[in-house]
């Protein structure tokens, strides 16, 4: 004898699947239309993403920094990590010569304040600060102009002392790489606003 409700639910099973396939392609097509129409209206509104350049294409000479301090790898890290930035935007070239750029940044770094490392004997870690002391310039080679220039500027970041040397160290020195990565971005960002505005 045949089953009659087995045959509906099988049917029901059936529609309620393809009701299921049907509201995902449903999702699916209103999301595509929302990301163009998002796309569309930033574009519309001028929007640039403030991390890339994407004018006509300038090469940057930046210098090594004079390095002022014991730490004799630090002017190599900022380096390192200043063209880690610029290389984000591919209208800009970093060059090693003073020689057909458009621009130059140089820099000295000035000092280095790493608190002691030592341990009070206590049974809890206490939080001190590291400061790293900068100074730079931006020029318009072109015409000579200085378009950002930084006498004196301090960049910190906390970090923990512990009863271990050696994760201490390492805390020290994870809060001077974090120190030069702010600083860089900053200085990176600062001169795409300058290009940028020289490009309009």
């Known amino acids: 004898m045949f089953d009659t409700r087995v045959h509906g639910e099988r049917q029901l099973g059936g529609y309620v699947k393809i009701q299921i396939r049907s509201y995902g392609l449903k999702l699916f097509i209103r999301w595509i239309f929302l ?6 209206f930033l574009s519309g509104c001028g929007y640039r993403n403030p991390y890339v350049y994407s004018g006509p294409d300038k090469s940057i000479y930046v210098t090594t920094w004079k390095n002022r301090t014991s730490d ?3 002017d190599a890290k900022i380096y390192q990590e200043l063209l880690k930035w610029f290389q984000k935007s591919r209208s800009l070239k970093i060059t090693k010569s003073k020689e057909g750029a458009d621009f130059i940044l140089a820099g000295e770094i000035i000092s ?10 206590t049974n809890t870690a206490s939080d001190v600060r590291l400061t790293l002391k900068v100074r730079y310039i931006f020029k318009d080679l072109a015409t000579d102009s200085v378009l950002i220039e930084v006498p004196s500027q301090d960049w910190q970041q906390s ?31 600062r001169t795409l606003l300058e290009i940028s505005k020289l490009s309009q």
């Not at 990301?35 to 569309?40: C, F, M, Q």
């Not at 280095?112 to 004997?121: E, H, K, N, Q, W």
């Open 35 to 40: 990301s163009l129409a998002v796309a569309v």
């Open 72 to 74: 004799l790898q630090l």
């Open 112 to 121: 280095v304040d790493i608190p002691s490392l030592a341990f009070d004997g």
């Open 159 to 189: 970090y923990t002392i512990t009863a271990d040397a050696a994760e201490t160290r390492d805390n020290a020195n994870e809060a001077q790489d974090i120190a030069i990565e702010n600083m860089s971005q900053s200085i990176y960002q």
